[in-house]
């Protein structure tokens, strides 16, 4: 197998007396779709958490594309191409669509201290805004403001940040949370589309979208990783059904 | 953690941006802001054909206080942040001119009380302040935010009380002016009138500009919501202490024109009352509002000077307008122009 793209080693977090993340090791290879499932509080936001850079590990390594990222600051990470959908829809409801979306493709674009000149009039930038939201299907909602967005449409202004940064990894966390069947399949499709141009970790509990998106799943029980397998394998394996999977209605 | 608050409630939340996104010269103005340019500019004239000669220097005082003013609507209108020791900057750069006005001729070139010297001195000597005092408030948020510059603002004014060669608690005298040249007294108070007006132009200008900016739409988005623009890849408090020294800077101006428009210093331009009254100011004119620092100061200062010849109490009059403007909505003067279609710039949009 190729050099994995992502390569995290003995991760280690702890809260107190309580192993959040317990030694994990995990493999990525690049164009991959990973996803990670576990109970609640198995720690897997946390574990994205550590990938983004917002919470600091306590011991291990994360590398990305052979570099050492484990002791980036999360604008540092950002550069670095790795990029990070939220969980709790953490758009700007205020400004439009495309406001939200320029915002993240100014943190790429040069120095952000010139005090004259729009933004806005930049061209190149937002063009680059433009392309992420197409990849998204926004383009005819440009100019709303976030919050006049279904909740649907703001998960996928959520994911257009997230590629405004042209990111190589992406962690997309919990995607289809509070989403009902019409934009659930409207996001997988996106999330397969999207596999083509970055490397895809991504924490789901829907297990239906993670079995037809994933390319391997890694279970994460008690911050620590049972097994790490193809979908197929990980559907039939007794460790995990007895873990996780057991009583979870697969739909 | 929070990652949809908006900024504490006495900064304006952002308002959608306008659908057209077409680009607008930096130096053509609305009618209005340009009308009030022209009648400023006339005021010094119309002032002494009336008599009222004494009308000048109040009016370079209501500029002045603009200047500062403004310099705080950057950092609460636009940056969120709720600064309450904001006189600190302000007063240091008043003290700036005193210290050099001593040492000059002494430890110093007679030619360090020069407008060109003294006053961009100033500037910087305020920014440091602002760039130590920030580099630690920065690290909190909201109250304890309000908290911490409130103590190093009285730090400073305890600081300067103490100083028995800048005449303690009485403060200062200042022998006059600073010199200018190329023809400028600046004893004259027209003349002074004019150069203040200059600045204040420049600075009204430069923060419009800012606000438009990459620097400024950063800024405002930082207000809206800190924790997604970290996540988004930017460094925050970066931009938030660049924030605070530019406010810094030019309230150090103003504080240094201050100094030249009374001749005198005193450690009571630094204490939180006057901070308290910056931000009363700012309120009262809207925050986030480009044209709010205007609004606000040249209403409470009008006021006071209008009111106080007539009724002791005129405090209490001027408190009433406040809590009246705020009732009606909490974007001050400024906010109640803007609902009746007439944005005056700015306030998070482009």
Redesign the interface.
Known sequence: MNAPALQVKQLVKRYGGVLATDHVDLNVGANEIHALIGPNGAGKTTLVHQL?G?LASDSGSISFHGQDISAM???R???AGVA?S?Q?T???????VL?NV???V???SG???????????EQALVDDARHAIALVGLQAKE?V?AHALSHGEQRRVEIA?ALA?RPKLLLLDEPLAGMGPADTGEMVALIEQLKVHATIVLVEHDMGAVFRLADRISVLVYGKVIATDTPDAIRSSATVRQAYLGEEAVH | MDATTSPVPLAAAPAAPAADAAAQSAWRLPMPAMLAVLATLLFPAAATWAGQDFYIGFASRVMIFVMAVSSLNLLVGYAGLVSLGHAAYFGFGAYVIAMLTVAAGKLLPSWATSAWVAWPLAMLGSALLALLVGAVALRTRQVYFIMITLAFSQMVYFLFIGMASFGSDNGMSLPGRSPVGLGVDLAKDTHFFYVVLALLVAVLLGLRSLVRSRFGVIVQAIAANESRMSAIGFPVFRYKLACFVIAGAVAGLAGALLANQNSYVSPHMLDWTKSGLLLVMLILGGAGYLAGGIYGTVALLVLEEVLSSHTPYWQAVVGVCIVAVVVVGNHGIAGMFDRSGQSSGGHGGH
Request: hydrophobic content about 40%; proline content about 8%.
């Open positions: 983004a917002s600051p999360m604008h990470r950002v550069l990070r939220h709790v953490s758009v700007f409801a205020n400004y439009s406001h320029l915002l993240a100014l943190a790429r120095s952000g201290f010139r005090f004259s000149g729009s933004p806005f009039d100019h403001p940040l940064t």
